[in-house]
Structure formats: structure tokens, C-alpha cells
């Protein structure tokens, strides 16, 4: 008991920085899904420093406007090549669940891959300590990997 009162003591003041971006090849839609989570306060803080504007993910004032920095920021860190190719991402939505906020997207018109490379540097410039996540999912096989800040690069095969 004492144990975990300490690992939580410890993690309210060192924090961890991690985010999870999941790719997902949809071969009956012939698309790809792409969702990201990060902690929506981190989120928060990397779109007021990259735009110069108050960001309230939460309880937007002006919900196109948070729609349209969450894409361009994400759009600026998170890219997506399929089979050499550079996927455009079209932004689908967001929503909040408990204290992060989840990001979605999707490619139309891919009706088969064989290797995704993945550039991904979400919330490097906030953390140095940054921690992201990727799953990426095509014909049911499943394969992931992390990268550590300033590592920003992965490639996937199937």
C-alpha cells in the first residue's frame, strides 16, 4: 500500500508525456483510419504556443476554429506516407474522454498497402520528455512501436 502511495506521489510530480496514434487500414471501405489521443491540456498548451490564441478544447467558444488548429497542428506533425505515397489527411472530429481528447481522420481511396511510414513528432516541442505511441493495423495484423523524443520516425511492413 505505502508502494503505490508513492508511485502515485511520484507521478503527480514527475508526470508522464505520452500520446497514442492508432492507423488502421480498412479494406472494406478501401481507407485508412487515423486517431490520435494525447492529453487534451498538453494539446491545449502546444496549439496556444504554435498560434498565439487562447485554446479551450473543452468548452470551445468557437468550435470551427479549435476543428481548424487541431487539424493544421496535426497535420504539421503527424504524416502518413502509404506505399511511398504521402497520404492526405481529411479531418473527421474530436472528442473529449476523461483527460484526453481523441483526434480523428481518414484517407479515402486506398484499397491496399504493404508499408506505412510514419513521421511523428506530437507534442515533441512542449516535452523533451515526450512519449509517442503507434499502432498501426492492416489485414488484422497488428504492430506497434514508440518513439522517444527526439526519435520521430517509423516504418511498418506487411
Known sequence: MLQLIFISWLSFFHPFFVSVTEINHNS????????????????????????????????PADKNKVNQLLTDYIKKHLIIKADGKLVTLSYVGYEIQ?????????VKGISKVKKFEVHDDLLFSEHPEQINMLH??????RKSTKLDNPESDASFGF
Open 28 to 59: 472494406r471501405t478501401q481507407s485508412v483510419e487515423v486517431s490520435c489521443r494525447m492529453f487534451y491540456d498538453d494539446l491545449e498548451h502546444a496549439l496556444e504556443k504554435q498560434y498565439h490564441t487562447r485554446v479551450d478544447i473543452v468548452k
Open 136 to 141: 498501426v493495423t492492416v489485414g488484422g495484423l
Open 98 to 106: 476523461e483527460d484526453a481528447a481523441w483526434t480523428y481522420f481518414e
